[in-house]
């Protein structure tokens, strides 16, 4: 690959393979790209902000590093928060022998990360699988695709901080404002006001601007990380059985209609839950230092890191348990944090359970920020009600400070309207995350029919190739990923009244609530955006670039001798 005369060489390319994209090998070039000398100040301008293409000029502040960017994605991942919330669902659900679905679960998210991750090479925008999908199939398609990602991110950061409840009273009795623990609608409603108290929290300092979210959230993730390795290596010195553990049922299934296979299937979720958001880093793209080559390795890294150090942890927990037929091991109330401090002792324990906490805050920090790039990105296309101030910067704070206001509150609603509802971890849980697998289903469809059409893989602007990219292996692993998301989907979205409705008075409107929800949500704003919204869909004229400023303005004007 060339080089701009007078530019460094010295950055040395990390390949596979080191044909253009559609050759045979994954590749992740750091080498500079091409250009002359005359331009090489707009095709670095280009490269770093690449919004030309969008018709967007660049508002948002550049500030985010590589680290910053890989602790996006791993918080909303969130080690901790995802083992420690939903560990009692799956051993009480299948056993020990769940934990096979972990490295089932990573397999089929890395064929998605890994989609991801050359879409985020090739497109360093904010709203990350909205303007994927912009690009790749029609406006509607990508408006659905942004549609369904806000909606269930709203969700999701309504589902994220009842985490706290689960870990808050073990750490102190205090924690439990309203009534007993033991009361499942009092344990419910602490779980609203101690998820409302974050809420509010996380509203605040997105607020405030990029570079304070992106430092909590990266010391945070600094603590999970030191936690989690703490946590493995306390657990693995109170090992008391093998490795086997793994394979036992304990008698779980014999009752179950289809058996320990249909209880697994179900007790699968409890790892589907976990692994997703590592879109995160790519979303923050307009806020990052070098995306193109930044965010594609952040996303993997989130990936990988969050399977081996959630698989070790959940698997020395099983093999140091004191006593696996503990009934609080498989129940909200007790979970992997009891397991924690009757394994490792209160001493050593109650610290590691306040960096759950800490875990708990930055995902559900991160959670927010990628909500509110999604709602800026479609409201400047002004693809949302009210997009003017949705989309409008602070001068001050150099981010969409109404967006943040926006989703915390509808995120405050959506708790509010679960009080009273014992069942609410899993059905605003369960509901959040199938919207997600449907908003990745439909990026990973898209990219599959371009490829499939010839239309990709697609140069950058200046003609150079992305720097990583999955050449030959792009189509079998597209297709895998497309095949892994209507598999989870379909696994999510069962009306399993496990699931969905557990416990008795019986309610059919919680039973098929996510499917319901779905259709009305995503089938009702569909309609509405092709009645109303995509009439004058368009970038806002106060984010419009000078390049889209001119074309529109040469339009106007109509034919000018000596012009083009």
Known sequence: MSTTRGESTTASPISISTSPSSGPGISISTSSPAGSSSSSDSANSANSHGLDEYGYAPKLERSIGSFASF?????????????????YFGYGTAGPAYLWSWPM??????LVALVFAELSSRFAVAGSLYNWTKQLASPTVAWV???????????TLSAVVLAFQLTLPQLWSGFQFVGSADDPVDYALNAVILGGVVIVFTTVVNAFGVKLMSRINSAGVFIELIAAVAIIILLALHVKRGPGVVLETRGIGVDHPGGYFGAFLVAALASGYVMYGFDTASSLGEETKDPRRTAPRAVLRAVVASFVLGGLILLLALMSAPDLDDPLIGDASGGLQHLVLTTVGGGFGVPFLACVVVAVLVCSLAVHTATVRMAFAMARDNNLPFAEQLAHISPRFKTP?????????????????NVGQPQIFTVITSLAVGMIYLAYLVVTVSLLVARLRGTWPRPLPDGTRAPFSLGRWGLPVNVLAVLWGVAMMTNLL???REVYNASEPYHWYLQYGAVLFIVVV?????????????????????????????????HAEGSVPGKG
Not at 105 to 110: E, I, M, S
């Open 71 to 87: 602790a996006a994605g791993v918080s909303y991942i969130s080690i901790l928060t995802g083992t420690f919330q939903l560990f």
């Open 105 to 110: 679960v990573f397999v089929g998210q890395l």
């Open 145 to 155: 695709a942004g549609w369904t990602m806000l909606i269930a991110s709203i969700v």
């Open 401 to 417: 400070v109404v967006p943040a206001v926006v989703v915390g509150v509808l995120a405050l609603v959506v708790l509010v309207v």
């Open 494 to 496: 069962w009306p399993r």
């Open 522 to 554: 995503v089938g009702g704003g569909a309609l509405y955006y092709r009645a109303r919204l995509r009439h004058r869909s368009g970038v806002l004229a106060s984010h419009a670039s000078h390049a889209s400023h001119a074309s529109h303005a040469s």
